[in-house]
């Protein structure tokens, strides 16, 4: 039994395996579509990095090409790290978007520490890197509550190169908004379309 940090792939004509990496825990991956790089996102369970947050963990995305580099953490065109407390990574059809959930989930009354993310990406030297991020509430959800707290409870895929499908809910809030979504990258709005 391997270790929860340790990535394996397997030749699927010769059944050979072998090991990309080992660290501490993977919480969640995604291959892209090209078959070329895995998103990645490394939990940090020591507690030191998440004060604010009781769950006592963090994720951090990152990114390995299969063909040549070590792996490098997720970030923009300048270099900046920007794969912080991200995790299940979704990559649309055509590569040009990642949605991720930042934060551990945990929650009270009135808020939930789950935001989606949506990254929209690109290739610079074979490197792939964040151009521009939009946050959840960068989605005109209509109707929107006047109170409550909008969080993701899980991205459930893309419909398209630019649909995404997730399912959202609301905190502290006397209407029932919450269900599943359909996020239009092309127009930046939401609608419900399902519970």
Not at 46 to 61: I, T
Request: charged share 25%.
């Amino acid at each position: 039994m391997e270790p929860p940090g340790t990535l394996i792939i397997q030749d699927v004509q010769t059944q050979e395996e072998s090991t990309l990496l080992s660290v501490e825990e993977i919480s969640s991956l995604a291959w892209y579509p090209d078959g070329k790089r895995i998103l990645f996102s490394v939990r940090d369970r020591s507690g030191k990095q998440a004060m604010s947050d009781p769950s006592g963990f963090v994720d951090q995305l990152w990114v390995i090409n299969l063909e040549m580099d070590e792996p490098y953490p997720f970030q923009d065109q300048f270099g900046q790290v920007t794969g912080k407390g991200l995790h299940h990574p979704y990559i649309s059809p055509d590569g040009l978007y990642v949605a991720a959930i930042e934060g551990s989930g945990w929650g009270d009354a009135c808020y939930v520490a789950s935001k989606l993310w949506v990254k929209e990406v690109e290739f610079v030297n074979n490197r792939l890197h964040e151009v521009f991020s939009y946050y959840q509430l960068d989605f005109a959800v209509d109707p929107a509550p006047e109170d409550g707290e909008m969080y993701v409870k899980r991205i459930i895929g893309w419909d398209s190169p630019t649909l995404l499908k997730v399912d959202l809910r609301w905190t502290c809030t006397t209407e029932d908004l919450g269900g599943i979504y359909v996020l239009d990258m092309s127009t930046l709005t939401a609608v419900k379309t399902g519970e």
